[in-house]
């Protein structure tokens, strides 16, 4: 397979699983900014939000402040952001049209679509009820999206790089939120954080739509040592950093097998896999939750680069 | 629905068919094929218009329709053309007898821009040039066919003669059952068969070929991805292969590839930037000095502008004598050069009831109608015309055929022109039954490119 087309295919469903998560996130700060005064947290929720799509710098050099109106124009529409969600699925696109021929039909009819639907939103124009329904659009074209390739791709390389990218860009979003919020995580005496951390607990949850998931896992109320282990270490749940590293190791193991070569990627996955595998929640909370989270993303980003070098160019 | 004018004996069932058939039924199948082309994402680019960089070419739904005799008459015109044409080039880069022999000026081979010097005495696999031709094919009366223009670098539409159909067969299956209709669907693997047989004699083994396109902006970028997929070989761009040893390689995931054939969709000046335009992103560096080496095919062979621009056209008739020593079966559109004073003098004299056309212009950019056009355009073309009288030809306004097509005040004859396509092997000329059936959507209007507003039809070559 051609070098670019590998790399098209894994950006592209990188870009889509970051529009969903984008989407997310947006919903999950709006419901809790529509929490009453007191119920919510003391931070500011949209300055959160920005935080956790990674794009701090570059939304201070733009506006001034960071308001429901503000961020969600950032974040959704705004041409100057290369991340909005409006822009991943332009690229995503503009990556699917040059990789037609490596996409099933259906693929192209959801991500054709999807960019079509994108074109019927006015940024300038739309009512807070349109943009609920926008979200619901972004996450359902994400999902069509997901579900036509692993209902219809042939499991050879294509599919592959196409998991591997949606996967690497799901294990960074998760990190993500857990890197900004972890502070709600942290074991502690009850009293100090209260139950007006339960909101933020339930937030953390929405933003990876594992609000229903938790309660089947764990029968419990919402519990923040909880949330964190649903999150990093629970296999079940397929947003958890070591549900995706599972995969990632599995696909670079089918790649390695398929080319009949181990590199770096591989030796990096396995690495990850296996501290998330033999991983303890006490442990990590011993040693630091945020170190942990840090050090990931910092792991992640390198398995990603390695993906690169042995692939993609 | 009912058909105002008279139609010709292939078209009696499905005349037929029209009568019967409520407007409502088209009007609701129409909007279908639309949604359908949108959806698969056919479309088409149009330069200089920022705004609205896809668009879809319009279909219409009512077939445009050949007889076995009518079409087997075309297909040996063609034949005979395309294997005149690539013994033209074939002398024009080596022996130039057709030179020697007087038969076509030498300035319009050595003065034209797109002649390539590199080509001179260069060999190309089976001395085969134009492995792919588009014929612009045109009718005014039931008996004679007429190129209108040959296509000999990078023809394009064969994906709309495909999908036209596979809509087609979606949305009528009642017309097929009665309508004994030739497939076209085989045109893929015969375009890989072609390009197969003409690998270069140094590659081992199966040939590696790819297809090769400017990019995702270019107009034509979604069939060159269909052709891609139909034909199962790897769409690339220039920075997808690199070239080491006099050898060209793709990039892949597990290293390089050796390419042996390159169906290339971009032009001569793009394709090598240390041979042609140093400015161009789109080719591979050092490309030219593999193809000169022998070691890759490029498909059609650099060079070939030199057969179908429109003054050379006008030459096509005697060429085909000069070769092949056989009357032309396909008919020249009379053409003036305006290279010639009596020719200029005749074009100038009598603009207002011309079609002027630029030597090197293509799409329908870049010329004039006559009749169709204001003073004050003629005025300004005509001294465009006196100003490089070499750069222009002029041609009758040809009552062109029309076909009933399916418009807003209901059924109605419009102009239609055909491009089908030749596609010559080492083993053989492969032609499918059909071809691009272009029309001119407004009333009365001549022009049916596409990025001039014109649509297209399934074009069906009855077996009977």
Redesign the interface.
């Known amino acids: ?6 790399s098209n295919l894994y950006w592209l469903s990188r870009y889509v699983e970051r529009a969903e998560c984008l989407a997310r996130i947006l919903d999950a700060t709006y419901r809790l900014s529509a929490l009453p005064q007191g119920y919510g947290s003391q931070t500011n929720e949209w300055e959160s939000a920005i935080a956790t799509a990674g794009s701090a710098a570059s939304f201070n050099e733009n506006y001034k402040e960071a308001n429901e109106r503000n961020v969600t124009e950032w974040l959704a529409f705004s041409p100057e952001n290369p991340a909005s969600i409006r822009n991943c699925l332009e690229i995503a696109r ?1 990556n699917a ?2 990789v ?2 490596a996409l099933t ?1 259906q693929m ?2 959801a991500i ?2 999807a960019w ?1 639907e994108l074109h019927r939103y006015d940024p300038k124009r739309i009512t807070r009820e349109e943009f609920t329904r926008f979200l619901n659009f972004v996450t359902e074209a994400s999902v069509r999206f997901d579900g036509t390739s692993f209902r219809t791709m042939l499991r050879n ?1 294509a599919y592959w ?1 196409s998991r591997l990218g949606f996967l690497v860009e799901r294990a960074d979003a998760t990190a993500r939120i857990l890197d900004v919020k972890y502070h709600v995580l942290l074991p502690r005496e009850a009293q100090v954080g209260g139950p007006l951390d339960y909101f933020q607990w339930a937030s953390i949850l929405r933003s990876v739509s594992a609000r229903t998931s938790y309660h089947w896992v764990y029968r419990d109320s919402v519990k923040p040592w909880l949330v964190a282990d649903l999150l990093i270490l629970n296999r079940q749940m397929p947003r958890s950093l070591a549900s995706c590293y599972e995969n990632i190791n599995r696909y670079l193991d089918d790649l390695a097998q398929f ?1 009949g070569r181990h590199g770096q990627a591989q030796r990096l996955a396995r690495t990850t896999t296996s501290r998330l595998e033999n991983g303890k929640m006490e442990d990590i909370f011993q040693s630091g939750l945020h170190e942990f989270i840090t050090q990931f993303l910092i792991d992640n980003n390198r398995v990603g680069n390695a993906i690169g070098d042995q ?3 | 629905m009912h058909l105002t004018v008279p139609v010709r004996p292939a078209y009696q069932q499905l005349a037929h068919w029209l009568d019967t058939v409520p407007k409502d039924v088209l009007d609701y199948r129409r909007e279908e094929a639309e949604f359908i082309f949108r959806r698969i994402g056919i479309t088409f680019a149009v330069y200089g218009e920022a705004a609205s960089t896809e668009r879809l070419i319009p279909f219409d739904i009512i077939p445009r329709i050949l007889n076995r005799g009518e079409w087997q008459k075309l297909s040996r015109g063609l034949e005979q053309r395309v294997k005149a044409l690539n013994m033209y080039l074939h002398d024009a880069y080596n022996k130039r007898e057709v030179l020697r022999a007087g038969v076509i000026p030498e300035d319009l081979v050595f003065g034209n821009p797109v002649f390539r010097p590199e080509m001179n005495g260069q060999q190309v696999p089976h001395d085969i040039y134009v492995m792919i031709a588009g014929i612009d094919i045109v009718r005014v009366d039931p008996d004679n066919f007429y190129v209108l223009e040959d296509n000999a670098r990078v023809p394009s539409g064969v994906s709309y003669m495909l999908e036209n159909r596979e809509i087609m067969l979606r949305l009528f299956p009642e017309l097929f059952v009665d309508h004994p209709v030739a497939p076209v669907e085989n045109y893929a693997d015969d375009l890989l068969a072609t390009l197969k047989s003409v690998a270069p004699v140094t590659s081992s083994g199966e040939p590696t070929v790819v297809l090769m396109t400017p990019g995702i902006y270019n107009s034509a970028y979604y069939e060159h991805s269909f052709l891609a997929d139909k034909l199962g070989c790897e769409l690339v761009e220039g920075r997808d292969m690199f070239v080491k040893g006099d050898m060209l390689y793709m990039r892949t995931t597990e290293g390089p590839k050796r390419v042996d054939v390159i169906y290339r969709r971009v032009d001569d000046d793009f394709i090598d930037p240390l041979a042609f335009r140093p400015d161009s992103m789109l080719g591979v560096p050092g490309l030219m000095s593999v193809y000169q080496a022998g070691n890759v095919t490029l498909a059609n062979a650099v060079g070939t502008g030199i057969a179908d621009d429109k003054a050379v056209y006008s030459y096509m008739p005697d060429i085909i004598k000069f070769y092949l020593g056989e009357e032309p079966i396909l008919k020249n559109v009379e053409t003036w050069r305006c290279r010639e004073p009596d020719h200029l003098k005749y074009v100038l004299d009598n603009i207002e009831k011309l079609v002027v056309k630029e030597v090197h212009g293509s799409g329908g950019y870049g010329m004039l109608i006559g009749p169709a056009a204001d003073k004050k355009t003629i005025e300004n073309f005509a001294a465009k015309v006196k100003a490089s009288p070499e750069g222009f030809i002029a041609q009758p306004t040809l009552a062109l055929s029309t076909c009933p097509t399916f418009v807003e005040e209901g059924i109605a004859p419009r102009h239609v022109d055909l491009r089908p396509f030749v596609l010559t092997g080492r083993d053989k000329t492969r032609i499918v039954p059909g071809g691009l059936t272009r029309v001119a959507l407004s009333k009365g209007s001549l022009v049916v490119n596409s990025s001039q507003g014109g649509g297209t039809k399934d074009t069906w070559v009855l077996d009977r």
């Open positions: 397979m051609l070098s670019r087309t590998a503009a049209r040059s037609r021929t039909g192209w009819d054709n679509s079509h390389d790089f080319y692939y993609l160019i």
